[in-house]
């Protein structure tokens, strides 16, 4: 008995031992070894191997890896066949920077379950000793970083391991670089856990760039995208009814009608108010479409969907809809865009008086340039109030703006910038703008924001904010701002914020937007009744504090 015993307990102890790891632990560590030292080893960071080469090889070579052990033994003997690390005193030396750690994050490193301690001790030395300076693979332009020297594989599947690498390098990319990434709705480590199954579940071109898609929006950042004629076609459709619209309270209301090619009839009227497409109503479509694109909250998610809704890859689409207080469902035919004939609006006014005694002036800030603004400010500066429209995109006028509108210098934003000399860390810098002005504007600066307030133009809000009298009226902006990272994946053009973007005391408007002081939202019966609720609360305010 007591034998039996004793080979039960050594069968036990050797078989706990080994530590046998599942294929998603190997991939993971592998996925976070190999872009450690992608940025951290001097002799790979310095472009004197071919990395991506050795991703594939160490891929194969995980068939006959079972164990805790026997992983450790291959990570240590790839390691020492890197080439020698040799002491770097430059590491050590402090600086007077305001390091920004939230992202910083190399505690995988010590996971007992995973690592032994002399392969946990191997990778901390090269932390401690990495690659400073020039790097192979990011590049410096200006304020924020690019990546570069990555080979292409093209946006056609072609094995599980290039589709792994693509995975790999772009789960790198955001762990080092992406300044918002301790905000995303789910872990960034739990992201990989979940993705490396789907990316080995992938059998074909169509599969694999919705599996991209997917990993893209896993980023929550109103920024990022994946282009993919692919995707266009097929999850959403290149044909569509020739109508344009709004989005209000979960429905979208008929703006305008475009005639087509054929000069057939549209059986929809503006302000038809559709609430259901195919049998899906719109928070269906917006939730079901919401899966394969990024944005940094629902909103965002929204107003990047919406632009979809109406298209699909068959002839017709059949909708329900409110028409004078009556539902209906109508089957409408559906085009491809070449035959849709669309009159373009007129061009709008850079500026204008919104009243006869010339005391209110407005400002289109999608359509104004630098060189329109002192004229402008010559015909304006005698109003009580000017409201600036940044329900757009500016055309980089901050700066002379300011100069024009605000009394003094003052530190409007704080930005993080990635730490390439130390990956994963990012430090802070405080932005003024304006100059000492006693001749600044002295009426009420009202700013209207909404959804489409992103990026540069949540940066310009962020300056007016600084006006003695300034209101910012609408609904939450974007929350997307900071300088945008282009680069490939599989193949496709993506990008995500390279830079953080935050208040002068450190609060986010990355996913929250900036608030607005009043808020109003656009109503399905003021889009019908063609009114701008935004700008008539913006005179409403103006006229009360008169």
């Not at 039996?4 to 996925?31: P, R």
């Amino acid at each position: 008995m007591r034998k039996y015993l004793f080979f039960i307990l050594l069968f036990l102890s050797l078989h706990f031992s080994a530590q046998i790891l599942s294929e998603n632990q190997k991939l993971e560590s592998l996925c976070k070894v190999w872009g450690f030292l992608k940025y951290y080893h001097p002799h790979v960071a310095k472009g004197n191997i071919n990395w991506d080469e050795q991703l594939i090889k160490k891929i194969n070579e995980f068939e006959n890896i079972h164990d805790k052990i026997a992983l450790n033994n291959l990570y240590s003997a790839w390691i020492n066949s890197l080439g020698k690390v040799d002491e770097c005193k430059d590491c050590l030396q402090t600086d007077n920077k305001t390091y920004f750690l939230k992202n910083f994050d190399l505690s995988w490193i010590d996971n007992p379950s995973i690592f032994t301690e002399n392969t946990a001790q191997k990778l901390h030395y090269i932390e401690s000793n990495r690659n400073i300076g020039n790097n192979h693979y990011i590049g410096k332009g200006g304020r924020k970083i690019y990546f570069r020297n990555e080979n292409s594989y093209g946006s056609r599947f072609t094995s599980k391991s290039i589709s792994l690498l693509e995975l790999f390098r772009y789960w790198n990319y955001v762990e080092y670089f992406f300044p918002y990434k301790y905000e995303t709705d789910q872990n960034w480590n739990d992201v990989l856990r979940e993705m490396i199954p789907k990316f080995l579940a992938v059998q074909n071109d169509k599969d694999y760039h919705l599996t991209l898609a997917e990993l893209v929006a896993k980023i929550d950042d109103s920024h990022a995208f994946l282009f993919s004629t692919l995707i266009s076609l097929n999850q959403y459709g290149n044909k569509k009814l020739p109508v344009e619209y709004s989005y209000a309270e979960g429905k979208l209301i008929i703006t305008k009608i475009n005639t087509n090619r054929f000069h057939e009839k549209t059986p929809f009227y503006v302000g038809d108010v559709i609430y259901d497409v195919n049998g899906k109503t719109i928070p269906e479509m917006v939730n079901s479409y919401g899966k394969y694109i990024s944005a940094s909250n629902s909103w965002g998610k929204v107003n990047k969907v919406k632009s979809k809704l109406l298209f699909n890859n068959m002839d017709s689409i059949s909708v329900k809809l409110e028409r004078d207080g009556q539902n209906m469902e109508v089957v409408a035919k559906t085009y491809f865009l070449k035959d849709i004939i669309v009159k373009k609006n007129p061009v709008p006014q850079k500026w204008k008086f919104l009243d006869q005694e010339k005391k209110i002036g407005y400002v289109n800030m999608g359509v104004i340039t630098k060189e329109d603004l002192d004229e402008m400010y010559r015909n304006l500066r005698a109003t009580n109030s000017i409201i600036f429209d940044l329900r757009n995109y500016p055309k980089l006028t901050i700066l002379p703006l300011s100069e024009i509108l605000l009394p003094q210098t003052t530190v409007y934003y704080q930005f993080n910038f990635p730490e390439t000399n130390y990956p994963g860390k990012f430090y802070s810098r405080k932005n003024s703008i304006g100059k000492k002005n006693p001749n600044y504007y002295k009426g009420n600066v009202i700013v209207l924001v909404d959804e489409n307030t992103q990026s540069q133009a949540e940066t310009t809000t962020m300056m007016f904010k600084q006006h003695p009298k300034a209101k910012i009226i609408g609904s939450n902006t974007s929350g997307a701002n900071g300088d945008i990272i282009k680069f490939k994946l599989a193949g496709l053009d993506t990008c995500f914020t390279g830079l953080g973007a935050y208040y002068p005391d450190g609060r986010e408007t990355q996913r929250i937007g900036i608030i607005p002081d009043i808020l109003i939202k656009p109503t399905v019966d003021g889009i019908k009744n063609g009114k701008d609720e935004v700008l008539e609360r913006a005179l409403m305010y103006i006229k009360n504090n008169e």
